[in-house]
C-alpha cells in the first residue's frame, strides 16, 4: 500500500474510534458546542468593542471564541490525552513493531484532528448564522480565515503532540492537559472577552501565547477587524516549537 | 516437524546489553531453526525480554551479533517488521474497534497480509469479530493479540509471557491456538517463566538467568533430565521392611525409597516380594526429575555464581 492509501486507511480507524469514544466524542466534539449554546444564551444579546470604532453582538465574538476553543479541543486536548493514553496502554508500541511508518501513523491522527476541527468550526457558523446573524466571511477574508484555521489546527496538534512528551502515564493526561490549557483560554479572552482595561500581565500573556492571535484570527474572517500577518506568524512560530519538541523527545513507549 | 535441517532463523552471538551498570545480558549465543517452537524460559528479571526485545528491534544491543532471516534488527528494522508477528508482554489495543476490525487496521500496515476471515478461524474468535475490544475477556484479548501478530503473515512471531497473570483455562486457550501454529510452519520464539508451558508448547528451549543461557536443549532431556535416575518410592506398614539386598534406604518412619538404575528389576522384585508376604503397596511412585526440578537447580546454580562473581 502506498503512504496515501495507508493514511486515509488510518484516518479511518482513528475516526471510528473516536466517534466510539464516549470520552472523546463528549469532551472533545459536545463541549465547545455546549459552551457555544449557554455563552450565546447568556451574553448573547450585549455588546463588545472589538476595535475603538467597531462593536459587535457578544453572541457573534462567542460564535468566533468558541470556533477558536472547538479546534483547540479537537486538535490540542483531543491529540495529547488520547495519545498519552494510547502510549501507555502500548497501543504505541505495538505500532512500532509493525511496517506502518511513525509518520504516517502520526499523520493520521492529524488529518482526523483537522478533520473534526473542521466539522465544528462548521457548526458554530452555521449555529451563529441561523440564531444570531452572524455573517459569514466570503471571498478573500475568507480564504484568510481558512489559512489561520488550517495554521491554527496545524500549530495545536503540533503541541498536543509535544505536551504528550510532558505528561508521565494516562492518569496525569487529563490533568495536565486540562492544567495548561484552561488557564490560557481565559487569559487570552476565550470564555470572558478582555476589556481594555485588563490588567496588564493578563493582556502580555495573552500576547506571548498562541491562543489569543489564533481568536484574532479567525475573527478578522468573522467580524471584519483588521487581519493581521503578525498573529498567523506568532501562531505558526508555536506550532514549529511544538514540532521540534516532538520530534526529539516523542516516545512509542510507556514513560515509567 | 523436525527442523533439526531446516535453515537457520535466528542467530545470536556473544550478545551482551547493559542498562546503566546492570548488565541484562551477558554473552547469549543462540541458533533457533524455522519452524521451530524454542521457548526461552527464566526467572523474572533474567533478561528475557531484553533478548526478544533487541531481537524485535525494539532496544540496541551493547555487544555481539545478531541476525533474524539474515537481517540485523539494528540496521534493517522496517525489512524485519514486514517478516515478524510481535505480541508484547503487556500491550493495549483501540478499545473501541471491533476484533474484526483491530485485524484489518493491522493487516493494512503490512505488504502480504493474510486475509481477516482466515486468522479469526486460526484464533477461534470468529464468532467475536463484532465485539468491541473492551468486551472481550483476558483469554480472548490475547488471542487476538496473536491475531494481530498473524495479520502480515509473518514467517516469525514472538510471544512475551503470552499467558502470565491468566487463569488455568485462559491459559489453555492460549496454549491451543500457539500449538495450531505449528501447522502453519512459523517459526515461535517464547519467553515464559512457566515450566508446564515450555514443556507443553516448546520443541526446545533454554534456560536463562542472570543475562546467560545455562541450558539448552529439549524439554525431555534439558541438562540429561532424562538420563537421570528415577527414583522409587512406597511405604509399608509399621513393622514390616523389605529384603536388605534389595537396596531401598527407609528415609522416614517406613518411606523407603531407591534411586533405581533397573526400575523393572527393582520392581519386579519389590512386587514380587510385597505378593509374597501379602502387603500391599497402595503409594509406589516412581519419579524422574521434573523439568521444574532441572530448572530450579540450573537457576541456582548460577544464582551462587553470579554471587561470586560479583565478590571477586
Given at each position: 500500500?502506498n503512504?496515501?492509501a495507508?493514511?486515509?486507511?488510518q484516518?479511518?480507524y482513528?475516526?471510528?474510534?473516536?466517534?466510539?469514544?464516549?470520552?472523546?466524542?463528549?469532551?472533545?466534539?459536545a463541549?465547545?458546542?455546549?459552551f457555544?449554546?449557554?455563552?450565546?444564551?447568556?451574553?448573547g444579546?450585549?455588546?463588545?468593542?472589538?476595535?475603538?470604532?467597531?462593536?459587535v453582538?457578544?453572541?457573534?465574538?462567542?460564535?468566533?471564541?468558541?470556533?477558536?476553543?472547538?479546534?483547540?479541543?479537537?486538535?490540542?486536548?483531543?491529540?495529547?490525552?488520547?495519545?498519552?493514553?494510547?502510549r501507555?496502554?502500548?497501543?504505541?508500541?505495538?505500532?512500532?513493531?509493525t511496517?506502518?511508518?511513525?509518520?504516517?501513523?502520526?499523520?493520521?491522527?492529524?488529518?482526523h484532528?483537522?478533520?473534526?476541527?473542521?466539522?465544528?468550526?462548521?457548526i458554530?457558523?452555521?449555529?451563529?448564522?441561523?440564531?444570531?446573524?452572524?455573517s459569514?466571511?466570503?471571498?478573500w477574508?475568507l480564504?484568510?480565515?481558512?489559512?489561520?484555521?488550517?495554521v491554527?489546527?496545524?500549530?495545536?496538534?503540533?503541541?498536543?503532540?509535544a505536551?504528550?512528551?510532558?505528561?508521565?502515564?494516562?492518569?496525569?493526561?487529563?490533568?495536565?492537559?486540562?492544567?495548561?490549557?484552561?488557564?490560557?483560554?481565559?487569559?487570552?479572552?476565550?470564555?470572558?472577552?478582555?476589556?481594555?482595561?485588563a490588567?496588564?500581565?493578563?493582556v502580555?500573556?495573552?500576547?506571548?501565547?498562541?491562543?489569543?492571535?489564533f481568536?484574532?484570527g479567525?475573527?478578522?474572517?468573522?467580524?471584519?477587524t483588521?487581519?493581521?500577518?503578525?498573529?498567523?506568524?506568532?501562531?505558526?512560530?508555536?506550532?514549529?516549537?511544538?514540532?521540534?519538541?516532538?520530534y526529539?523527545?516523542?516516545?512509542?513507549?510507556?514513560q515509567? | 516437524?523436525n527442523?533439526a535441517?531446516?535453515?537457520?532463523?535466528?542467530?545470536?552471538?556473544?550478545?551482551?546489553?547493559?542498562?546503566?551498570t546492570?548488565?541484562?545480558?551477558?554473552?547469549?549465543?543462540?541458533?533457533i531453526r524455522?519452524?521451530?517452537?524454542?521457548?526461552l524460559?527464566?526467572?523474572?528479571?533474567a533478561?528475557?525480554?531484553?533478548?526478544?526485545?533487541?531481537l524485535?528491534?525494539?532496544?540496541?544491543?551493547?555487544?555481539?551479533?545478531?541476525?533474524?532471516?539474515g537481517?540485523?534488527?539494528?540496521?534493517?528494522?522496517?525489512?524485519l517488521?514486514?517478516?515478524?508477528?510481535i505480541?508484547?508482554?503487556?500491550?493495549?489495543?483501540?478499545?473501541?474497534?471491533?476484533?474484526?476490525?483491530s485485524?484489518?487496521?493491522?493487516?493494512?500496515?503490512?505488504?502480504h497480509?493474510?486475509?481477516?476471515d482466515?486468522?479469526?478461524?486460526?484464533?477461534?474468535?470468529e464468532?467475536?469479530?463484532?465485539?468491541?475490544?473492551?468486551?472481550l475477556?483476558?483469554?480472548?484479548?490475547r488471542?487476538?493479540?496473536?491475531?494481530?501478530?498473524?495479520?502480515?503473515?509473518?514467517?516469525?512471531?514472538?510471544?512475551?509471557?503470552?499467558?502470565?497473570?491468566?487463569?488455568?483455562?485462559?491459559?489453555?486457550?492460549?496454549w491451543?491456538?500457539?500449538?495450531?501454529?505449528?501447522?502453519l510452519?512459523?517459526?515461535?520464539?517464547?519467553?515464559?517463566?512457566?515450566?508446564?508451558?515450555?514443556?507443553?508448547?516448546?520443541?526446545?528451549?533454554?534456560?536463562i538467568?542472570?543475562?546467560?543461557?545455562?541450558?539448552?536443549?529439549?524439554?525431555?532431556?534439558?541438562?540429561?533430565?532424562?538420563?537421570?535416575?528415577?527414583?522409587?518410592?512406597?511405604?509399608l506398614?509399621?513393622?514390616?521392611?523389605?529384603?536388605?539386598?534389595?537396596?531401598?534406604?527407609?528415609?522416614?518412619n517406613?518411606?523407603?525409597?531407591?534411586?533405581?538404575?533397573?526400575?523393572?528389576?527393582?520392581?519386579?522384585?519389590?512386587?514380587?516380594?510385597?505378593?509374597?508376604?501379602?502387603?500391599?503397596?497402595?503409594?509406589?511412585?516412581?519419579?524422574?526429575?521434573t523439568?521444574?526440578?532441572?530448572y530450579?537447580e540450573?537457576?541456582?546454580?548460577?544464582?551462587?555464581?553470579?554471587?561470586?562473581?560479583?565478590?571477586?
Amino acid at each position: 500500500m502506498n503512504s496515501i492509501a495507508m493514511l486515509q486507511n488510518q484516518v479511518k480507524y482513528v475516526n471510528k474510534a473516536f466517534w466510539r469514544n464516549p470520552a472523546s466524542a463528549f469532551f472533545t466534539f459536545a463541549f465547545p458546542l455546549m459552551f457555544l449554546v449557554i455563552f450565546t444564551s447568556l451574553l448573547g444579546h450585549h455588546s463588545i468593542k472589538v476595535s475603538p470604532t467597531r462593536s459587535v453582538d457578544l453572541s457573534t465574538y462567542y460564535v468566533v471564541s468558541m470556533a477558536a476553543y472547538a479546534v483547540i479541543s479537537a486538535c490540542y486536548n483531543n491529540i495529547a490525552v488520547g495519545l498519552a493514553i494510547q502510549r501507555d496502554s502500548g497501543v504505541l508500541k505495538r505500532t512500532r513493531g509493525t511496517p506502518i511508518p511513525g509518520g504516517i501513523y502520526i499523520l493520521g491522527r492529524l488529518v482526523h484532528a483537522i478533520f473534526v476541527s473542521v466539522i465544528l468550526v462548521a457548526i458554530t457558523a452555521a449555529y451563529g448564522t441561523l440564531f444570531y446573524h452572524a455573517s459569514l466571511p466570503t471571498g478573500w477574508s475568507l480564504a484568510k480565515f481558512l489559512l489561520m484555521l488550517i495554521v491554527g489546527a496545524l500549530t495545536f496538534c503540533a503541541l498536543g503532540f509535544a505536551v504528550t512528551c510532558l505528561i508521565p502515564n494516562a492518569d496525569a493526561a487529563p490533568a495536565i492537559v486540562n492544567a495548561s490549557i484552561l488557564p490560557l483560554l481565559f487569559l487570552s479572552g476565550i470564555f470572558i472577552a478582555l476589556s481594555s482595561n485588563a490588567p496588564t500581565w493578563m493582556v502580555w500573556v495573552a500576547r506571548i501565547f498562541p491562543i489569543r492571535h489564533f481568536a484574532l484570527g479567525m475573527q478578522a474572517g468573522f467580524v471584519g477587524t483588521t487581519f493581521n500577518w503578525m498573529d498567523v506568524v506568532i501562531v505558526a512560530a508555536w506550532g514549529l516549537g511544538g514540532f521540534l519538541v516532538s520530534y526529539r523527545f516523542f516516545s512509542w513507549e510507556p514513560q515509567r | 516437524m523436525n527442523s533439526a535441517q531446516s535453515p537457520v532463523a535466528i542467530e545470536v552471538k556473544d550478545l551482551t546489553k547493559n542498562y546503566g551498570t546492570n548488565a541484562a545480558l551477558r554473552g547469549v549465543s543462540l541458533e533457533i531453526r524455522q519452524g521451530e517452537i524454542f521457548a526461552l524460559l527464566g526467572p523474572n528479571g533474567a533478561g528475557k525480554t531484553t533478548f526478544v526485545e533487541i531481537l524485535e528491534g525494539f532496544r540496541h544491543r551493547d555487544g555481539g551479533d545478531v541476525h533474524v532471516f539474515g537481517i540485523d534488527p539494528d540496521h534493517q528494522p522496517m525489512a524485519l517488521k514486514t517478516r515478524v508477528g510481535i505480541v508484547l508482554q503487556s500491550s493495549g489495543m483501540d478499545r473501541y474497534l471491533n476484533v474484526a476490525e483491530s485485524v484489518a487496521m493491522y493487516s493494512s500496515y503490512y505488504p502480504h497480509p493474510r486475509p481477516v476471515d482466515e486468522i479469526l478461524a486460526l484464533v477461534g474468535l470468529e464468532a467475536k469479530r463484532n465485539e468491541r475490544v473492551l468486551r472481550l475477556s483476558g483469554g480472548q484479548q490475547r488471542r487476538l493479540d496473536v491475531a494481530i501478530a498473524l495479520a502480515g503473515n509473518p514467517d516469525l512471531l514472538f510471544l512475551d509471557e503470552p499467558t502470565t497473570g491468566f487463569d488455568p483455562s485462559a491459559r489453555r486457550e492460549v496454549w491451543e491456538v500457539i500449538k495450531n501454529l505449528r501447522g502453519l510452519g512459523k517459526t515461535v520464539v517464547l519467553t515464559t517463566h512457566f515450566m508446564d508451558e515450555a514443556q507443553y508448547l516448546a520443541d526446545r528451549l533454554a534456560v536463562i538467568a542472570y543475562g546467560r543461557i545455562v541450558a539448552e536443549g529439549d524439554p525431555a532431556t534439558l541438562a540429561g533430565r532424562d538420563r537421570r535416575l528415577a527414583t522409587v518410592h512406597f511405604s509399608l506398614p509399621a513393622g514390616v521392611a523389605p529384603p536388605p539386598e534389595f537396596g531401598f534406604n527407609e528415609k522416614a518412619n517406613n518411606v523407603f525409597e531407591v534411586s533405581s538404575k533397573q526400575v523393572a528389576q527393582d520392581l519386579f522384585n519389590l512386587t514380587s516380594w510385597a505378593l509374597s508376604v501379602g502387603v500391599d503397596l497402595a503409594d509406589l511412585r516412581v519419579d524422574r526429575p521434573t523439568l521444574e526440578d532441572v530448572y530450579l537447580e540450573l537457576t541456582a546454580e548460577v544464582d551462587d555464581s553470579n554471587v561470586l562473581a560479583v565478590r571477586s
